[in-house]
C-alpha cells in the first residue's frame, strides 16, 4: 500500500508541480512533519498545504489553505460558503473549518482504490481538491478579507457553476 502511494504521489508531484516535504526519522533526526507526506502547491491566489497519512487500509488527505485564511470577523460567513460548497460538489472529500481555524478538505481514499484504480485515487487524492480550491479561491480571499459577505461568495460560485465561467468585472475582481 506504502509503495502503491508514494508512486502516486511522485507522478502526481512531478505532473502538477507540487512541493513535497516528506517525513524523515533516522538516527538522532526527527522531523518536524507529522503526517507521512506534507505537499505544497500554488495557485493563482492562494497557497495551499496538503497533509497525507498511509495506513495499510487507506490513505487520509488534508488540503488546506496556507496561511489561515478564519478568523472571528469572518468565520461565520466562511463557514455559510464552506457548507454550501459541499452541497455543490460531488466527490469522495468534504470542506470544513476545523478547531485551528483552518478551511480543509479531507478526503480519504481506501486501499482497492490506490491498488486498483490509480486514476480515479490521483483525481480524488489531487486533482478534485486542487480543481475546486481553484474555484473557490476568489471568495475564500474576498470572504477571509471581509469584502464579501457569504451571499456574494455563494452568488458567484453558483454562476461560476452554472455557466462555466464568471466575469470577475461584474463582482470587482
Same mark, same amino acid.
Given at each position: 500500500m506504502k509503495v502503491a502511494t508514494e508512486k502516486i504521489i511522485n507522478e502526481v508531484c512531478k505532473e502538477l508541480g507540487f512541493q513535497m516535504i516528506k517525513a524523515v526519522n533516522d538516527g538522532n533526526v526527527i522531523s518536524f512533519v507529522r503526517d507521512d507526506y506534507s505537499l505544497l502547491y500554488r495557485l493563482e491566489h492562494i /497557497?495551499?498545504?496538503? /497533509?497525507l497519512k498511509v495506513n495499510e487500509k487507506n490513505v487520509t488527505a488534508l488540503i488546506f489553505p496556507d496561511p489561515i485564511m478564519v478568523n472571528?470577523? &469572518?468565520k461565520e460567513r466562511i463557514i455559510k460558503f464552506i457548507n454550501h460548497i &459541499?452541497? %455543490? @460538489? %460531488?466527490?469522495?472529500g468534504h470542506f470544513y473549518v476545523d478547531t485551528n481555524n483552518d478551511i480543509a478538505y479531507a478526503v480519504k481514499i481506501p486501499d482497492y482504490i490506490i %491498488? &486498483?484504480?490509480i486514476n480515479e485515487a490521483k483525481a480524488q487524492l489531487f486533482r @478534485? =481538491?486542487?480543481a475546486f480550491y481553484t474555484d473557490i479561491q476568489i =471568495?475564500?480571499?474576498k470572504l477571509s478579507a471581509c469584502e464579501w459577505d457569504s451571499e456574494i461568495a455563494i452568488k458567484y460560485i453558483n454562476e461560476l457553476y452554472s455557466n462555466g465561467f464568471v466575469s470577475n468585472d461584474d463582482y470587482g475582481v
Open positions: /497557497s495551499l498545504q496538503m /497533509s472571528c470577523q &469572518n &459541499n452541497w %455543490l @460538489t %460531488l466527490a469522495f %491498488l &486498483n484504480y @478534485t =481538491p486542487i =471568495p475564500l480571499m
